[in-house]
């Protein structure tokens, strides 16, 4: 479980408080995971730019550098 939620600090841009923003407004990673690119852009201070790498993370068969 631990490794599922540390999966999130990977993504650059986001540390451990964007990450306990995301958990708190999805209510889950699984949330995270499934959400859309909108839903992502709604979540306060984490803007367009860091929806778009955490959507991708989830999405893209590609690697983020």
Do not use: C, M, N
């Not at 841009?13 to 959400?35: C, P, Y």
């Not at 859309?36 to 991708?56: Q, S």
């Amino acid at each position: 479980r631990e490794f599922l939620h540390s999966s999130l600090i990977e993504i650059p841009g986001i540390g451990s408080h964007r990450k306990q923003l995301l958990l708190k407004h999805f209510g889950s990673l699984q949330a995270v995971q499934e959400a859309t690119l909108p839903e992502l852009e709604l979540v306060p201070t984490l803007g367009k730019e860091l929806a778009r790498r955490v959507f991708l993370f989830f999405h893209s068969p590609e690697p983020l550098d």
